[in-house]
């Protein structure tokens, strides 16, 4: 159970660092092609990160206090 709360944790804290990131891209006057590109380019990140996170692929190190 400790895991899964863990895992819970992880993505919340995730997730808030991709929405701040990509608030402030929303928030930079980009012109149109650049500004939807570097939105696909954090939505192809962000996908890979939850994956590997979530099947355990990518290590976190302040996580890992073992």
Same mark, same amino acid.
């Given at each position: 159970?400790? %895991?899964?709360? %863990? *895992? *819970?944790?992880?993505?919340? @804290?995730? %997730?808030? @660092? #991709? /929405? &701040?990131? /990509?608030?402030?891209? !929303?928030? @930079?006057?980009?012109? !149109?092609? #650049?500004?939807?590109? !570097?939105?696909?380019?954090? +939505? &192809?990140?962000?996908?890979?990160? &939850? *994956? %590997?996170?979530? #099947? +355990? +692929? @990518?290590?976190?190190?302040?996580?890992?206090?073992?």
């Amino acid at each position: 159970m400790e %895991g899964l709360i %863990g *895992l *819970l944790i992880t993505v919340i @804290i995730l %997730g808030l @660092i #991709f /929405y &701040l990131v /990509y608030w402030v891209l !929303a928030k @930079i006057p980009l012109p !149109a092609p #650049f500004n939807v590109v !570097a939105q696909v380019v954090l +939505g &192809l990140i962000v996908v890979v990160v &939850l *994956l %590997g996170v979530l #099947f +355990g +692929g @990518i290590s976190i190190p302040v996580l890992n206090r073992r």
